[in-house]
């Protein structure tokens, strides 16, 4: 076992919140959530997605952070920490795995947020300009949407060069709460419309004729890449927390937090999507599409527009670094890497695997799997609905069989004070998450290709 003397931890309780919180809000809630509701019916999704959220996603959420910081390392390291000589170990290795895909093609869309902050701040923003044609122009070219793509990797590679504390911790501070703002001023802006009214009723009047097993397997892939579950970002995270921290009330802050700004930025594009006539199931252009449309329609649009896009980008990086985060932390704990080169080599190598993602929309735009989409949607679809509940699969069968429920409840439950794991979680762990993980994906699978 590698000398863990030298381990960091948090500066504070709060530390840990926020970064978490930092990892869990970023593109996911912003331009994903929108999509996938969008692409799935509406109202109904986000039903599944909530029900998927507390009674899946909130007992894992605990359930990572307990193994990290019971095992006191990475994802590798921490199974083989609490299940020596087992195979175990793999589990971690598929999440290290699925971190560094996400990434690949993450990066590419906080490329386009970045591209975004400039058409924001030359004034593209108009209420004449054609947004559908100047997102899918700006995919479609070979070369910028790279560039945008290694800009945004470097700046990813340099927050978490600089390490837990003074890198991730300091970053992550200040962002979101200036986002969250940001966001409920455009909701204003949003719902004062003409025509908003068609957008709220889409997101919270459920047509229940619109549910297939798809519509599961879409919801649990949101919901787990929304709260950065499945892959071991929480053991990574959990590993560098002090017994003093109360578990239960951390995690809790992080899935409402999570949630409610997935539900605002909700609120703000479908009364914009409805107001403007554009198309809900336009897929991953639709944030992108809309949300330009509503800034041209404010006064000072360019500011509020840059301002936007601008911490779209930072909350996107602070999710990109809790992905970085877990591969390099693996390379530095097993193979005694040091942070910087580890940061730097996984850097490039994750860029060059995020290129074709980016080109599937353009060189690579012949490309489709039926009942998947392009080349994007396939690197999406590969990490989210499959690596990512396989992950949380994993993690649950883990700890509710192998380290036991009973231990994992405790180590959550250590600290004397504060917010307390119940009775529930052991049954939760053992039977309803795997099994219904099980279900959604069998059934997911079988209705994605037939
Ligand atoms: N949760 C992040 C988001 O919503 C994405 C992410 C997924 C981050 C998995 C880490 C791990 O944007």
Redesign the pocket.
């Given at each position: 076992m590698p000398d863990l003397k030298g381990r960091e931890n948090w500066a504070s309780r709060l530390g840990f919140i926020l970064a978490a919180a930092g990892?869990?809000?970023?593109?996911?809630?912003?331009?994903?959530?929108p999509f996938v509701v969008g692409t799935n019916g509406g109202a109904v999704f986000v039903l599944i997605y909530l029900v998927i959220v507390i009674f899946i996603g909130y007992p894992l959420m605990v359930t990572e952070t307990v193994v990290g910081r019971a095992g006191k390392r990475n994802p590798v390291g921490a199974f083989q920490a609490l299940a020596p000589n087992s195979p175990w170990w793999l589990a971690g290795a598929l999440g290290v795995f699925?971190?560094f895909l996400?990434?690949s093609y993450?990066s590419v869309v906080g490329g386009w947020s970045l591209a975004y902050v400039i058409k924001a701040l030359t004034g593209e923003f108009t209420t004449d300009a054609d947004f559908v044609a100047l997102f899918t122009g700006h995919i479609s070219l070979t070369i910028a949407p790279i560039i945008w793509h290694a800009v945004f990797m470097v700046l990813t590679v340099a927050i978490i060069a600089g390490g837990v504390v003074k890198g991730i911790q300091r970053w992550v501070q200040f962002l979101w709460p200036v986002m969250a703002v940001l966001i409920v001023i455009l909701i204003i802006r949003a719902l004062t419309l003409e025509g908003s009214g068609a957008g709220i009723a889409f997101l919270f009047r459920p047509d229940f004729s619109e549910i297939t097993a798809r519509t599961f397997l879409d919801a649990i892939a949101q919901s787990?890449?929304?709260?950065?579950?499945?892959?071991g970002?929480f053991i990574t995270y959990g590993s560098y927390l002090s017994d003093r921290d109360n578990v239960p009330s951390s995690a809790a802050t992080v899935v409402g937090l999570?949630t409610g700004i997935a539900i605002l930025a909700g609120l703000v594009i479908f009364p914009a999507v409805f107001a403007f006539g554009f198309e809900p199931g336009a897929g991953a252009g639709l944030a992108f599409i809309t949300l330009p449309a509503v800034f041209a329609e404010m006064p000072v649009g360019t500011l509020f527009g840059t301002s936007f896009f601008l911490l779209l980008s930072l909350?996107?990086l602070t999710?990109?670094i809790?992905?970085l985060e877990?591969v390099a932390s693996w390379l530095i704990d097993e193979k005694g890497w040091t942070r910087k080169s580890a940061s730097a080599v996984l850097g490039a190598v994750i860029f060059v695997v995020g290129i074709p993602a980016s080109l599937g929309f353009s060189a690579f735009s012949g490309f489709a799997i039926p009942g998947i989409g392009d080349l994007f949607d396939t690197y999406d679809w590969i990490a989210?609905s499959i690596l990512?509940p396989l992950g949380g699969l994993l993690t649950a069968v883990f700890a509710g069989y192998v380290w036991k429920a009973k231990s994992a409840r405790a180590e959550a439950n250590k600290d004397h004070m504060g917010m307390k794991i119940g009775e529930w979680y052991g049954p939760a762990l053992r039977y309803v998450v795997p099994l219904a993980i099980i279900l959604v994906m069998a059934f997911g699978i079988i209705d994605t290709f037939v």
């Open positions: 990892s869990a809000v970023g593109l996911g809630n912003i331009w994903r959530f699925t971190g996400i990434l993450y787990f890449f929304t709260l950065s579950l499945g892959m970002v999570d909350a996107a999710s990109a809790s992905l877990v989210n990512l």
